[in-house]
């Protein structure tokens, strides 16, 4: 039965009660979102700093964000972030998920152990490992007194690795989450044809490689999507961490956003750089959610 | 023989990976209970001699978090009076949303569930500045209700989506047998509906609440000093710059932010995860 004809059935009330219902939401939506996007947008273009300011301004704004280096050190620590978080992620939470795969004794109490941290903040990760790589007193005095007496380990005040900090506490915080994901993808593959591998006498890891694991595309891809959209939005993780330093040396734009809306008083800098970002999650989003949406509908 | 080999090599693999994962929680709770002396001449996973719980008590109520010295509680209590209502009206408006997208679709329904369903991904970023200034407007600037308002709003999104796609997994049916008793839109809803979505209401409610519970930039950005949440305590408490630094109060102020979620997590861990795996947009 088609929708519209559906509805001829529906008394007047029963139509346009739905709609009503609704309403809100989707007001909400248009304005706080849609409206605020084209808002920021706005701002943008215009000549704002400390305060909102509507003389239009064209593209200075932008001119202003490409010519700062600190934005490229920014976008630069985005992508060693995203692809070593996204990358290292991915790995272990799939390798943990094919080892827990294999008839475990005390899965449960394994699969509870990984997945805690993404129960915490990353406020709360970041203090956490600001205190454990702190050199001085942190995981290098603990090699030291276990003899190790040259053992140097100073990342987080390391301008040229600050950012790899980071990537351990993310990396640390997520990994479970994708080991949730895929262990709930791997239980949803069909025994009988691993079965049928084996009998044809294919070893595990070549079941795995070859019929599994590509099997679980959908779920690679939604994984992929969630933690590169966690990636692109980590904010709370760098600033408990670095706050962006040594200097602005683990700066990514989020952080940079914030300093320059909020702290530094150049709002239209501010603006340009969510809208970069804003761009670079609709690149990714968009096609994603119209596959879904779409395969929904046929499927 | 070769079998066996491969047990024992998984289950220490398993096990050192279990390790890495407790060990931060494990070198947070013993530098809590550790004293500063013990700090310096000791190491991160030395055990304590000497357990004291007094940087619990100092980070509850006299750490200084900036200019003020006083502990985490009230920002403690800012977290609990955000994330109550915060989670109760997205999760009723995500409930009611889910319904009428689901089971009451009209033309243009799919591409509403669309246009909300960007939000969950959107890069909060873009809203920050408009949001300050219409907060200042609407007089709840850096105000409690001021942050429920923005969670609700950018909570939107998901709570419809979990609704939404639990809604579609039930039959439309029972819907149409409803219909023919003569129930209507609101009846349907209450009586057949929600009785049937204590789970999705646990899922939602648990995601909510950890979200609201760990969010930061909201807080840092639209909240100032008598309504920030704990995350921006923690953070405060953490950063500021005193002579000595107290990594023992900072690991115990850490735990405190961190207690209701992992609470949570360890009696409704089913619900979390299956939270997650529902973010992950799937149904």
């Not at chain 2, 013993?30 to 100092?58: C, H, M, Q, Y």
């Not at chain 2, 942050?147 to 939404?164: D, E, N």
């Amino acid at each position: 039965m088609s929708i519209s004809a559906q509805e001829a059935h529906y008394g007047f009330t029963e139509r346009w009660l739905p709609r009503l219902v609704l309403a809100p939401s989707f007001l909400l939506t248009l304005i706080f979102l849609y409206g605020f996007i084209i808002w920021n947008g706005y701002l943008s273009f215009t000549t704002s700093r400390l305060m909102p300011n509507l003389t239009w301004a064209g593209l200075a704004q932008y001119q202003i964000l490409f010519e700062n280096e600190r934005w490229w050190v920014a976008v630069k620590n985005l992508f060693i972030f995203a692809s070593l978080f996204i990358g290292s992620g991915m790995a272990i939470g799939i390798g943990l998920a094919i080892f827990l795969d294999q008839k475990i004794r005390g899965e449960g109490i394994l699969r509870t152990i990984y997945l805690y941290p993404m129960a915490l903040s990353f406020v709360v990760t970041g203090t956490a490992w600001k205190w454990m790589l702190n050199p001085g007193l942190g995981l290098e005095k603990l090699m030291h007194d276990w003899g190790f007496i040259h053992f140097t380990f100073d990342w987080l005040v390391n301008s040229e690795m600050s950012i790899y900090t980071v990537v351990i506490a993310g990396v640390w915080q997520s990994s479970g989450f994708v080991m949730a994901l895929f262990l709930a993808g791997l239980r949803g593959v069909d025994d009988s044809i691993i079965k049928a591998a084996q009998i044809d006498g294919a070893y595990l890891s070549r079941i795995y490689w070859k019929i599994i694991l590509p099997a679980l595309r959908p779920v690679f891809f939604s994984t992929l999507m969630i933690l590169s959209h966690i990636a692109i939005k980590s904010f709370d993780l760098v600033m408990a961490l670095t706050g962006g330093g040594p200097g602005f040396s683990s700066d990514v734009p989020a952080t940079f956003m914030y300093a320059m809306a909020f702290t530094r008083g150049q709002m239209g800098v501010g603006a340009a750089s969510s809208m970069m970002m804003l761009a670079t999650v609709a690149a990714l989003v968009v096609p994603y959610l119209y596959s879904e949406l779409r395969g929904k509908k046929n499927g | 023989m070769a079998n066996t080999l491969g047990r024992i090599l998984l289950y220490t693999v398993l096990c050192l990976t279990a390790f890495y994962y407790l060990l931060p929680l494990y070198v947070m709770f013993i530098t809590s209970v550790k004293g500063l002396e013990e700090i310096r001449s000791g190491n991160l996973l030395s055990f304590p001699t000497d357990i004291s719980f007094a940087a619990w008590g100092k980070a509850w109520s006299s750490a200084c978090t900036g200019v003020e010295c006083r502990g985490l509680s009230s920002y403690f209590y800012n977290s609990v009076r955000m994330v109550i209502p915060g989670v109760l009206i997205s999760t009723a408006l995500g409930a009611i949303n889910g319904y009428v997208l689901a089971k009451w679709r009209f033309k243009g329904s799919e591409i509403i569930f669309a246009m909300i369903l960007f939000g969950v991904f959107m890069p909060f970023q873009v809203l920050l500045l408009p949001m300050a200034q219409t907060l200042g407007w609407m007089g709840i600037a850096s105000s409690t209700t001021g942050l429920v308002f923005v969670h609700v709003v950018c909570g939107l999104a998901s709570t419809t989506l979990f609704f939404r796609n639990y809604y579609v997994g039930i039959p439309d049916e029972l819907i149409k047998a409803a219909r023919l008793d003569g129930a209507g839109f609101w009846r349907i809803f209450f009586k057949i509906i929600l009785p049937m979505s204590t789970p999705i209401i646990m899922v939602t409610l648990i995601w909510q609440f950890t979200n609201i519970w760990n969010d930061f930039l909201f807080g840092v950005v639209f909240s100032a000093g008598d309504s920030q949440p704990i995350t921006v305590g923690l953070n405060n408490l953490a950063n500021t710059s005193t002579s000595v630094k107290e990594y023992n109060v900072d690991m115990a102020a850490a735990i405190i932010a961190a207690l209701p979620t992992i609470l949570v997590y360890v009696f409704a861990g089913k619900y979390f995860v299956r939270g997650l795996t529902a973010g992950a947009v799937k149904g």
